[in-house]
Nanobody, 123 residues
Framework: QVQLVESGGGLVQTGGSLRLSCAAS??????????MGWFRQAPGKEREFVAG????????YYADAVKGRFTISRDNAKNTVYLQMNSLKPEDTAIYYC??????????????WGQGTQVTVSS
């Protein structure tokens, strides 16, 4: 059984920072083989892509809305992916989900999802 467990969410003021973590585990889960990503879903909106990091080469990808403010990284030794969020805005308020995709880097077809962690940015 594969588990993705997010942590690090919370309440922060506009302009503040948070660091999300996603720890992966499971007997059949080889973290090094997984492309990892972060998505978010705000109230009344669809889930959207935020950032991704490939399994090969650690290439990173970002949604336009977060470029220059968010940084995704992975630590294969710890089976963990991070999302450093700086200069947070109220529109960043959402539930943030960790995602894993094996094979090609194509986060439109995720294999596993985490349960989510709430991020709230107050104005």
């Amino acid at each position: 059984q594969v588990q993705l467990v997010e942590s690090g969410g919370g309440l922060v003021q506009t302009g503040g920072s948070l660091r999300l973590s996603c720890a992966a585990s499971g007997r059949t889960f080889t973290f090094n083989y997984a492309n990892m990503g972060w998505f978010r879903q705000a109230p009344g909106k669809e889930r959207e892509f935020v950032a991704g990091v490939s399994r090969i080469g650690g290439r990173t990808y970002y949604a336009d809305a977060v470029k220059g403010r968010f940084t995704i990284s992975r630590d294969n030794a710890k089976n963990t992916v991070y999302l450093q969020m700086n200069s947070l805005k109220p529109e960043d308020t959402a539930i943030y989900y960790c995602a894993a995709k094996f094979g090609d880097y194509d986060l439109t077809s995720v294999n596993y999802w985490g349960q989510g962690t709430q991020v709230t940015v107050s104005s």
